[in-house]
């Protein structure tokens, strides 16, 4: 009995582990409701679009990690090279990346995308998602790179950097194990929640706008369906203009859960992961005390 | 009288630091050293009734915190008492002025010019007045200004003793490293008035301290109290488990007396480090001397198996010189040969990275918390040293020659957070020794050890010059490096 207060109590206290939890079971929840109410094509159709949206998303984190990582080492050695004009090419295409708002540039790139995949560039249905993660990433790692560089320059600061060095400690090593790896990867994790939530959130708006019709030479239909792509269809557009009813006929609430779940289920899938992620991204940093 | 107080500090089920027959003598004078980071200020503040109880779990006499806090002894000695905390910045309030700070609850009103003349050593009020009307930010008084005003307010506490309370009133005034931040003439003058209050009615005081060498000045200038001194040294039993034990006095003043070892190895005395007495940085100009008077001017010097020491006031560039031979400060004008490189102000830094740091010159930092990587394990901290890869066993060897016992595979895997101050900065020595470069600088190595661990490492680094290292010390410890060091390697610095 003590055992199981105790693990109530740390759960409670642990409110990233807490909201992990509360999503896991608010999806399991709605996937077993939806299997009861929902017809099995739009149930596989919600599937498809929540495991390509997270899939995606997934791998933007992933690559964000890796491409942040990288552009910091690169920054950070050529900024105490002699020879400025590498530094400053390198923060050049940085600050051009930074000037544009993310969601022009992530729509930009899916437009790219869906051309590309309209011409059959992509020859098997994984390849575009790759593409997908990675072009969302350009725009993106600007905010990862940010946090990298300003906690090297914090341990820079630090005795602690030159007190390794006048060892003999290799810059390489210090930069990467001690100040990134060791002291630094719970923030980098953080960060990293926080893109996943990010990346959801730019990929249902961008598939939401280019779905509703951006371009006629742009066929969405090219692209992997995700939640963006299927709150815009018009059978979800029709759910979400139900729940407007329930105000002039308030009886109607409970059609909402039956006869107008793949709208319903798909905003929710959207508005409670985000929450989720913000909530566990806050609990992290709470318990890490970051 | 004497008082025992058996005292548990723990956080989430963890034993921070647990202590049976903590003693309090009454009207005498206890001095506690002891390692840093063992735990003599938690206690002191435990029994004070100062540490935070949130997130502690602090049982004493077997009695809650809160009860502790409010017993009789405890509400006595908070209202005539003065606890004088370890860094002084943390003692003062930026947003009052310091007049303002002196006078300040139950300090109010009582008259402080005459304590402040003393500890400034002067004889108007004038230059102590202009001090105590600034704002300790962002003025920022010296470290050394901000220590004596603390002791000035307990000095006000011992005279409101001392003219107002009964004979037997109890008493408790700590003081936490009170002359860390001055240097040996303030330190002595702290002393004398401590001890002629002490002398005009006894009462309750406890120095924690690390400085070793004011036994040397209570056996030298205060020999008629000795009796009512108490020396005590805490030592790790386990765990967060500590024990008190007599610490005998007589043993570090005949170990002062015992010449080291100066006959060093077989090798080529080469100069390892010579460096032009003239050097400037930040726009300030230094020199080198080799006799106290400052009269004649002298190269910084240092051959294999030399030890040299360089002395100078606080504040006056010793860590500054050791940088700019480290290459970390790029200094305005300087000239050096060290081992065999010439460098110069015109260097780049790419030349000590490649051909000194680790090779040719080390460097102990001042303050191992600082210096060391406290989230990286023992192990970790020596993983990317120049020269050869050091595997469990080897490394487990280099450490037995500072750490007690067997050193175990625990202990490598062991984050350098959880070492106590006293091995942190053992493992910041070692880390600087392993690769063996030919010159060591080591600045402050004695920073938080216990008298144990001051002779390891000394014989330790004594082994070294051995071998034909070259050492350069810096330190404000100069009893002990006087001792240390012979007279024509002790350089001046102004």
Not at chain 1, 163 to 185: D, P, Q, T, Y
Not at chain 2, 389 to 412: A, H, I, M, P, Q
Request: net charge positive; charged share 20%; aromatic share 12%.
């Amino acid at each position: 009995m003590k055992t199981d207060t105790n693990f109530f109590s740390r759960l409670y206290n642990s409110k990233d582990q807490l909201w992990t939890l509360i999503w896991i079971t608010g999806i399991l929840s709605l996937g077993i409701w939806d299997m009861v109410f929902l017809n099995k094509p739009a149930f596989n159709k919600v599937i498809t679009g929540f495991f390509n949206t997270f899939t995606i998303a997934f791998i933007v984190a992933v690559f964000t990690l890796f491409l942040g990582w990288m552009i910091t080492i690169a920054l950070n050695f050529t900024e105490r090279m002699k020879n400025r004009v590498p530094f400053l090419m390198l923060m050049f295409f940085l600050n051009i990346i930074r000037s544009v708002p993310q969601i022009v540039g992530v729509l930009i790139a899916y437009v790219i995308i869906a051309q590309a995949a309209t011409r059959g560039t992509f020859k098997s249905g994984f390849t575009i998602f790759p593409a997908m993660g990675i072009a969302m990433s350009l725009f993106i790692v600007i905010e990862l790179v940010d946090l990298m560089r300003e906690r090297i320059d914090h341990f820079k600061k630090l005795d602690f950097y030159n007190a390794m060095r006048v060892c003999g400690i290799s810059e390489s090593r210090i930069i990467n194990f001690h100040i990134l790896w060791k002291n630094s990867r719970l923030h980098i994790f953080n960060k990293l929640i926080s893109i996943f939530g990010s990346a959801v959130f730019l990929q249902c708006s961008v598939d939401f706008i280019i779905s509703v019709g951006l371009s006629s030479d742009v066929n969405s239909v090219m692209l992997p369906s995700t939640l963006g792509s299927l709150l815009a269809k018009i059978d979800s557009k029709q759910d979400i203009l139900a729940i407007g009813s329930i105000f002039t006929n308030p009886s109607y609430i409970t059609n909402l859960f039956t006869l107008h779940l793949q709208g319903i289920t798909v905003a929710f899938l959207i508005v409670f992961s985000l929450y989720c992620v913000y909530a566990i991204s806050n609990g992290f940093a709470e318990r890490h005390r970051l | 009288m004497e008082r025992r107080y058996s005292i548990s500090v723990s956080s989430s089920g963890r034993k921070l630091v647990s202590v049976s027959q903590y003693p309090v003598y009454q009207n005498e004078i206890t001095f506690l050293f002891g390692e840093s980071g063992i735990g003599k200020s938690v206690l002191s503040k435990a029994l004070y009734g100062l540490l935070d109880p949130d997130g502690l779990d602090i049982i004493i006499n077997n009695k809650t915190y809160g009860h502790h806090c409010n017993d009789e002894w405890t509400k006595s000695i908070r209202a005539n008492s003065f606890f004088v905390f370890q860094e002084p910045s943390s003692h003062l309030n930026p947003l009052l002025t310091i007049r303002e700070q002196l006078n300040e609850g139950s300090l109010e009103g009582a008259d402080d010019s005459e304590i402040l003349r003393y500890l400034w050593q002067t004889s108007g009020d004038e230059s102590v007045r202009k001090l105590i009307d600034l704002y300790p930010k962002p003025y920022r008084p010296s470290g050394g200004e901000k220590q004596r005003i603390l002791l000035a307010m307990a000095f006000k506490r011992i005279n409101a003793l001392i003219n107002n309370a009964p004979v037997n009133e109890p008493s408790y005034f700590v003081f936490d490293e009170p002359t860390g931040s001055l240097d040996n003439r303030y330190r002595n003058l702290f002393l004398s008035l401590l001890f002629a209050k002490f002398a005009a009615r006894p009462f309750t005081i406890q120095i924690i301290t690390h400085d070793y060498s004011i036994i040397s000045e209570i056996y030298r200038s205060h020999q008629r109290l000795v009796n009512r001194v108490h020396f005590k040294e805490l030592t790790r039993v386990k765990g967060g488990t500590v024990a008190v034990n007599d610490f005998t006095p007589e043993d570090y003043l005949k170990w002062l007396e015992t010449p080291y070892n100066q006959n060093k190895g077989m090798f080529k005395k080469n100069v390892v480090l010579s460096l032009d007495p003239h050097f400037s940085i930040f726009g300030k100009k230094h020199t080198v001397y080799d006799d106290k008077q400052h009269t004649q001017v002298a190269p910084l010097v240092i051959k294999r198996g030399d030890i040299a020491y360089v002395k100078a006031p606080s504040g006056v560039g010793k860590t500054t010189l050791a940088k700019i031979i480290m290459g970390i400060y790029k200094a305005d004008s300087f000239s050096m040969n060290l081992s065999g490189i010439k460098l110069n102000e015109k260097s780049s830094q790419n030349i000590w990275a490649r051909k000194i740091w680790g090779t040719r010159a080390g460097m102990v930092f001042q303050h191992a918390d600082e210096s060391l990587n406290l989230q990286a394990t023992v192990k970790e901290t020596f993983d990317g040293l120049p020269g050869k890869k050091l595997n469990n066993v080897l490394l487990k060897n280099k450490l037995s020659e500072l750490f007690d016992g067997t050193v175990t595979d625990d202990f490598l895997r062991k984050k350098v957070a959880y070492l106590s101050g006293g091995q942190k900065q053992r493992l910041n020595i070692l880390r600087t020794l392993v690769p063996a470069p030919h010159l060591i600088i080591l600045d402050e190595p004695l920073n938080g050890l216990d008298f144990k661990s001051v002779r390891k490492v000394l014989d330790l680094l004594e082994e070294k010059c051995a071998t034909g290292s070259a050492l350069l010390m810096i330190s404000h410890n100069e009893e002990i490096f006087e001792h240390f060091v012979t007279e024509e390697c002790i350089y001046y610095l102004s």
